[in-house]
Antibody, heavy 121, light 107 residues
Framework: QVQLQESGPGLVKPSQTLSLTCTVS??????????WSWIRQHPGKGLEWIGY???????YYNPSLKSRLTISIDTSKNQFSLSLSSVTAADTAVYYC?????????????WGQGTLVTVSS | EVVLTQSPDFQSVTPGEKVTITCRAS??????LHWYQQKPDQSPKLLIK???QSFSEVPPRFSGSGSGTDFTLTINSLEAEDAATYYC?????????FGPGTKVDIK
Protein backbone atom coordinates (compact mmCIF):
# COMPACT_ATOMS: atom_id res chain seq x y z
CA GLN A 1 0.00 0.00 0.00
CA VAL A 2 1.27 3.44 -0.86
CA GLN A 3 2.59 5.54 2.01
CA LEU A 4 3.61 9.19 2.06
CA GLN A 5 5.74 10.87 4.69
CA GLU A 6 6.38 14.58 5.06
CA SER A 7 9.64 15.90 6.47
CA GLY A 8 11.16 19.30 7.10
CA PRO A 9 11.63 22.02 9.72
CA GLY A 10 8.80 22.57 12.14
CA LEU A 11 9.73 26.19 12.73
CA VAL A 12 10.42 28.85 10.11
CA LYS A 13 11.11 32.53 10.67
CA PRO A 14 8.96 35.19 9.02
CA SER A 15 10.13 36.25 5.55
CA GLN A 16 12.12 33.03 5.13
CA THR A 17 11.36 30.06 2.90
CA LEU A 18 9.40 27.05 4.07
CA SER A 19 10.74 23.81 2.57
CA LEU A 20 9.18 20.37 2.92
CA THR A 21 9.78 17.01 1.28
CA CYS A 22 7.39 14.13 0.79
CA THR A 23 8.83 10.64 0.47
CA VAL A 24 6.64 8.11 -1.30
CA SER A 25 6.87 4.38 -0.65
CA UNK A 26 4.87 1.46 -1.98
CA UNK A 27 4.41 3.12 -5.37
CA UNK A 28 6.56 4.69 -8.02
CA UNK A 29 6.28 8.44 -8.25
CA UNK A 30 6.45 7.88 -12.00
CA UNK A 31 3.07 6.08 -12.03
CA UNK A 32 1.30 7.58 -15.00
CA UNK A 33 -2.14 7.87 -13.45
CA UNK A 34 -1.10 9.85 -10.43
CA UNK A 35 -0.04 13.36 -9.68
CA TRP A 36 1.50 14.42 -6.38
CA SER A 37 0.02 17.17 -4.32
CA TRP A 38 0.38 19.41 -1.29
CA ILE A 39 -2.55 20.45 0.91
CA ARG A 40 -2.48 22.48 4.11
CA GLN A 41 -4.73 22.96 7.09
CA HIS A 42 -4.52 26.04 9.26
CA PRO A 43 -4.92 25.29 13.00
CA GLY A 44 -8.52 24.34 13.71
CA LYS A 45 -9.56 25.17 10.15
CA GLY A 46 -10.42 23.49 6.88
CA LEU A 47 -8.32 22.20 4.01
CA GLU A 48 -6.58 24.33 1.38
CA TRP A 49 -5.15 22.77 -1.76
CA ILE A 50 -1.70 24.16 -2.54
CA GLY A 51 -0.71 22.58 -5.85
CA TYR A 52 0.40 19.46 -7.68
CA UNK A 53 3.20 18.07 -9.80
CA UNK A 54 3.48 15.25 -12.32
CA UNK A 55 6.60 13.11 -12.62
CA UNK A 56 7.41 14.91 -15.87
CA UNK A 57 7.67 18.15 -13.91
CA UNK A 58 4.36 19.64 -15.00
CA UNK A 59 2.83 21.67 -12.19
CA TYR A 60 -0.30 23.55 -11.28
CA TYR A 61 -0.38 25.95 -8.35
CA ASN A 62 -3.26 27.46 -6.44
CA PRO A 63 -3.42 31.05 -7.70
CA SER A 64 -3.62 32.25 -4.10
CA LEU A 65 -0.05 31.00 -3.49
CA LYS A 66 1.42 30.91 -6.99
CA SER A 67 3.73 33.90 -6.64
CA ARG A 68 5.54 32.33 -3.65
CA LEU A 69 5.33 28.64 -4.49
CA THR A 70 7.57 26.06 -6.13
CA ILE A 71 6.85 22.34 -6.22
CA SER A 72 9.58 20.07 -7.53
CA ILE A 73 10.10 16.35 -7.97
CA ASP A 74 13.03 13.94 -7.70
CA THR A 75 12.08 10.67 -9.36
CA SER A 76 15.39 9.03 -8.43
CA LYS A 77 14.52 9.41 -4.74
CA ASN A 78 10.75 8.93 -5.16
CA GLN A 79 10.26 12.32 -3.51
CA PHE A 80 8.58 15.60 -4.24
CA SER A 81 9.06 18.90 -2.46
CA LEU A 82 7.37 22.16 -1.55
CA SER A 83 9.04 25.53 -1.29
CA LEU A 84 7.04 28.53 -0.08
CA SER A 85 8.87 31.83 0.10
CA SER A 86 8.34 34.99 2.14
CA VAL A 87 6.31 33.22 4.79
CA THR A 88 4.22 34.98 7.42
CA ALA A 89 2.27 33.79 10.43
CA ALA A 90 -0.62 33.11 8.05
CA ASP A 91 1.38 30.21 6.62
CA THR A 92 1.39 28.41 9.95
CA ALA A 93 -0.42 25.17 9.23
CA VAL A 94 -0.24 21.41 9.07
CA TYR A 95 1.09 20.54 5.63
CA TYR A 96 0.02 17.29 4.01
CA CYS A 97 1.31 15.58 0.93
CA UNK A 98 -1.14 13.41 -0.96
CA UNK A 99 -1.41 11.25 -4.04
CA UNK A 100 -3.84 12.63 -6.60
CA UNK A 101 -5.58 10.12 -8.83
CA UNK A 102 -5.71 11.89 -12.19
CA UNK A 103 -8.51 10.02 -13.86
CA UNK A 104 -11.76 11.58 -15.08
CA UNK A 105 -12.70 12.42 -11.50
CA UNK A 106 -9.57 13.31 -9.63
CA UNK A 107 -9.33 12.58 -5.93
CA UNK A 108 -6.73 12.41 -3.18
CA UNK A 109 -6.63 8.71 -2.39
CA UNK A 110 -3.68 8.56 -0.01
CA TRP A 111 -2.34 11.18 2.37
CA GLY A 112 0.71 11.59 4.56
CA GLN A 113 0.32 12.03 8.29
CA GLY A 114 1.01 15.75 8.02
CA THR A 115 3.65 17.99 9.53
CA LEU A 116 3.04 21.15 11.52
CA VAL A 117 5.00 24.16 10.38
CA THR A 118 4.98 27.20 12.64
CA VAL A 119 6.09 30.57 11.33
CA SER A 120 7.49 32.58 14.20
CA SER A 121 10.56 34.55 15.12
CA GLU B 1 -13.22 29.09 -8.16
CA VAL B 2 -15.91 26.62 -7.08
CA VAL B 3 -17.10 27.35 -3.56
CA LEU B 4 -18.41 24.43 -1.52
CA THR B 5 -20.70 24.94 1.46
CA GLN B 6 -21.63 22.25 3.95
CA SER B 7 -24.45 21.87 6.42
CA PRO B 8 -24.69 21.46 9.27
CA ASP B 9 -21.43 22.78 10.70
CA PHE B 10 -21.77 20.48 13.70
CA GLN B 11 -23.95 17.56 14.63
CA SER B 12 -24.14 15.63 17.89
CA VAL B 13 -25.57 12.17 17.30
CA THR B 14 -26.50 9.13 19.36
CA PRO B 15 -24.93 5.83 18.23
CA GLY B 16 -27.30 3.96 15.96
CA GLU B 17 -28.82 7.12 14.51
CA LYS B 18 -28.62 8.20 10.89
CA VAL B 19 -26.48 11.17 9.90
CA THR B 20 -27.00 13.28 6.79
CA ILE B 21 -24.47 15.87 5.67
CA THR B 22 -25.05 18.07 2.66
CA CYS B 23 -22.56 19.76 0.36
CA ARG B 24 -23.58 22.44 -2.12
CA ALA B 25 -21.41 23.70 -4.98
CA SER B 26 -21.52 27.24 -6.33
CA UNK B 27 -21.72 25.85 -9.87
CA UNK B 28 -22.43 22.58 -11.64
CA UNK B 29 -19.61 20.10 -10.90
CA UNK B 30 -21.26 17.01 -12.34
CA UNK B 31 -20.06 14.00 -10.37
CA UNK B 32 -16.63 15.36 -9.44
CA LEU B 33 -17.41 15.34 -5.74
CA HIS B 34 -15.63 13.33 -3.08
CA TRP B 35 -15.87 12.96 0.69
CA TYR B 36 -13.08 12.67 3.26
CA GLN B 37 -13.13 11.72 6.92
CA GLN B 38 -10.69 13.32 9.35
CA LYS B 39 -10.53 11.95 12.87
CA PRO B 40 -8.90 14.03 15.62
CA ASP B 41 -5.14 14.34 15.20
CA GLN B 42 -5.18 12.29 12.01
CA SER B 43 -4.85 13.11 8.34
CA PRO B 44 -7.95 13.09 6.13
CA LYS B 45 -8.88 9.79 4.53
CA LEU B 46 -10.83 9.26 1.32
CA LEU B 47 -14.26 7.92 2.13
CA ILE B 48 -16.40 8.29 -0.98
CA LYS B 49 -15.26 9.12 -4.51
CA UNK B 50 -17.26 10.22 -7.55
CA UNK B 51 -20.29 11.05 -5.39
CA UNK B 52 -21.21 7.51 -4.45
CA GLN B 53 -18.33 5.04 -4.81
CA SER B 54 -16.92 3.84 -1.51
CA PHE B 55 -13.14 3.78 -1.24
CA SER B 56 -11.43 0.56 -0.20
CA GLU B 57 -12.39 -0.87 3.19
CA VAL B 58 -14.95 1.83 3.91
CA PRO B 59 -17.87 0.32 5.88
CA PRO B 60 -21.14 0.01 3.93
CA ARG B 61 -22.95 2.29 6.40
CA PHE B 62 -21.35 5.21 4.52
CA SER B 63 -23.02 6.24 1.27
CA GLY B 64 -23.15 9.25 -1.01
CA SER B 65 -25.57 10.68 -3.54
CA GLY B 66 -26.27 13.72 -5.65
CA SER B 67 -25.16 15.42 -8.85
CA GLY B 68 -24.69 18.87 -10.27
CA THR B 69 -24.66 21.20 -7.27
CA ASP B 70 -26.23 19.27 -4.41
CA PHE B 71 -24.67 16.27 -2.72
CA THR B 72 -25.27 14.22 0.40
CA LEU B 73 -23.17 11.99 2.62
CA THR B 74 -25.19 9.58 4.72
CA ILE B 75 -23.99 7.52 7.65
CA ASN B 76 -26.50 4.82 8.47
CA SER B 77 -26.46 3.62 12.06
CA LEU B 78 -23.64 5.80 13.39
CA GLU B 79 -20.91 4.10 15.40
CA ALA B 80 -18.67 5.69 18.03
CA GLU B 81 -15.65 5.35 15.73
CA ASP B 82 -17.35 7.66 13.20
CA ALA B 83 -16.70 10.72 15.37
CA ALA B 84 -14.82 12.94 12.94
CA THR B 85 -14.97 15.95 10.68
CA TYR B 86 -16.23 15.26 7.16
CA TYR B 87 -15.14 17.32 4.18
CA CYS B 88 -16.43 17.41 0.64
CA UNK B 89 -14.02 18.16 -2.20
CA UNK B 90 -14.57 19.09 -5.84
CA UNK B 91 -12.23 18.21 -8.67
CA UNK B 92 -14.35 19.57 -11.51
CA UNK B 93 -12.19 22.63 -12.00
CA UNK B 94 -8.95 24.12 -10.78
CA UNK B 95 -8.14 25.18 -8.19
CA UNK B 96 -9.44 22.17 -6.29
CA UNK B 97 -11.50 23.24 -3.31
CA PHE B 98 -12.87 21.73 -0.13
CA GLY B 99 -15.96 22.41 1.90
CA PRO B 100 -15.52 23.91 5.39
CA GLY B 101 -16.24 20.60 7.09
CA THR B 102 -18.98 19.10 9.25
CA LYS B 103 -17.99 17.91 12.69
CA VAL B 104 -19.88 14.84 13.92
CA ASP B 105 -19.77 14.27 17.64
CA ILE B 106 -21.05 11.27 19.58
CA LYS B 107 -23.59 11.95 22.33
Amino acid sequence: QVQLQESGPGLVKPSQTLSLTCTVSGDSIKSGTYYWSWIRQHPGKGLEWIGYIYYSGNTYYNPSLKSRLTISIDTSKNQFSLSLSSVTAADTAVYYCARLYYGPNKNFDYWGQGTLVTVSS
Amino acid sequence: EVVLTQSPDFQSVTPGEKVTITCRASQNIGTSLHWYQQKPDQSPKLLIKYVSQSFSEVPPRFSGSGSGTDFTLTINSLEAEDAATYYCHQSSSLPFTFGPGTKVDIK
